[in-house]
């Protein structure tokens, strides 16, 4: 019973923006909205959550839509090294649910 | 920088022993996770702990599994009779806030045999 749906796989071109989509449709309304990503035998690392409004910081964009059905993360300039697995996660409480994540390809 | 360490990296066991999986959160943080990964598999939660107690738990987490935190420093994961199907990798994580960034350790690379 997945609370997050991401496509499989993305590919951009390197120093091009990427728009990673999830669709959360039965969120609640004190669900918070988190992006994770995971390289390769490493753990997951931080990088973005947000609640209603949208939210900035150095690696990402996170866009929520107004009804909170679906959010975008935004990579602004993808580089090599953003190459990972993107996790989109609700997390209900203190319990965290992870999406299948997207597999991001870039391609230099 | 401060980051969460986990021992052992790999663990061997037989179905049926016990095993306990240790992880060092960082030093200020209060709030603590243990989570797995099924090979090829996405990161599935297992459990939450705060203020010495669990705050939230899966439906993976059953009566096998428990967390402790003995010392103040270690955060422990026993499994006390493995299966085949607890075969995974587990990551510990731990936070400053709520619902904050989490800071997850490299990971203990199961395998029951």
């Known amino acids: 019973d997945a609370k997050t749906t991401q496509p499989n796989s993305m590919e951009s071109n390197e120093e091009e923006p990427v728009h990673l989509p999830c669709n959360h449709s039965?969120?609640?309304?004190?669900?918070?909205i988190h992006w994770y990503r995971q390289l390769p035998s490493q753990g997951p690392e931080y990088v973005i959550h947000?609640?209603?409004s949208n939210v900035n910081n150095r690696m990402a964009s996170l866009a929520i839509a107004e009804d909170r059905k679906s959010s975008t993360l935004i990579l602004h300039r993808a580089t090599l090294r953003d190459a990972a697995v993107y996790y989109c996660i609700l997390s209900t409480g203190n319990q965290f649910y992870f999406g299948t994540g997207t597999s991001l390809t870039v391609i230099p | 920088e401060p980051e969460v360490t986990q021992t052992p990296s790999h663990q061997v066991t037989q179905m049926g022993q016990e095993v306990i999986l240790r992880c060092v959160p960082i030093s200020n943080h209060l709030y603590f996770y243990w989570y797995r990964q099924i090979l090829g598999q996405k990161v599935e939660f297992l459990v939450s702990f705060y203020n010495n107690e669990i705050s939230e738990k899966s439906e993976i987490f059953d009566d096998q599994f428990s967390v402790e935190r003995p010392d103040g420093s270690n955060f422990t994961l026993k499994i006390r009779s493995t299966k085949l199907e607890d075969s995974a990798m587990y990551f510990c994580a731990s936070s400053g806030g709520f619902p904050g960034e989490q800071y997850f350790g490299p990971g203990t690379r199961l395998t029951v045999t």
């Open positions: 947000g609640l209603t």
């Open positions: 039965t969120i609640s309304g004190t669900d918070y």
